[in-house]
């Protein structure tokens, strides 16, 4: 099956600075989207990216979906404790039905 | 979870038994989803259901079965669980945007002894 690279696979930050993950794909995909994960809990959408080029900010998150329709990648601005989780992302092929999650992301944030 | 409930939360077997993960939806949304959770390999793709009467074998089918009898439910079927199904298990939805993004439930913790 399909799994996405995502990188890095894990990162360890000081309280206020940026951090940027990416997930890279063989596909071409319809949608990208990334989430993260608290332990314990399932996965929360944190953004949708729905066409080639498109740049899309939540709040201290911005997010992009690559001109190749093969990439994506996520900024976390400001980093806080609370950003603490692993950090998924995930594609929709252009048959709509199924979606492919990249390893994941872990993301530590030191006060 | 976005409306999405998965029941037990907890679960522990022995080999061989069988048993029957519950996901249900209060949204009326046509595909549903079922995903397993294992360290450092993301998700994947079990089975899905793109609408009531429906379903189709993901990336990892094998040792399952589902069930989609209604809109509102999906269940997800072990017949004779090994401690290879030992992982948790993810339901999730579709919805928003053109029906391109996936809410998740808050997940069952399997394990297999």
């Known amino acids: 099956g399909q799994q996405l690279n995502q990188s890095p696979q894990s990162m360890f930050i000081q309280e206020g600075e940026d951090v940027s993950m990416n997930c890279t794909s063989s596909?071409?995909?319809?949608?990208w989207l990334w989430y993260k994960q608290d332990p314990g809990e399932g996965p929360v959408l944190l953004i949708a990216l729905y066409k080639a080029g498109e740049l899309t900010s939540n709040g201290r998150l911005t997010a992009q979906f690559g001109i190749t329709r093969k990439d994506s990648f996520l900024n976390i601005s400001a980093s806080i404790p609370s950003d603490v989780g692993i950090y998924f992302c995930?594609?929709?092929?252009?048959?709509?039905?199924?979606?492919?999650f990249g390893t994941g992301t872990s993301l530590t944030v030191i006060p | 979870n976005a409306g999405v409930t998965q029941t037990p939360k907890f679960q522990v077997l022995k080999t061989g038994q069988s048993m029957t993960l519950q996901c249900a939806q209060d949204m009326n949304h046509n595909s549903m989803y079922w995903y397993r959770q294992d360290p450092g390999m993301g998700l994947r793709l079990i089975y899905y259901s793109a609408s009531e009467g429906t379903t189709d074998k993901g990336e990892v089918p094998n040792g399952y079965n589902v069930s989609r009898l209604n809109k509102r439910e999906f269940s997800l079927r072990l017949e004779s669980a090994a401690p290879s199904q030992t992982s948790v298990y993810f339901c999730a939805i579709l919805r928003g945007h053109s029906y391109n993004e996936q809410f998740f439930g808050p997940g069952t913790r399997l394990t297999v002894l």
């Open positions: 596909s071409i995909f319809n949608t």
């Open positions: 995930a594609g929709q092929g252009y048959t709509g039905n199924q979606f492919y």
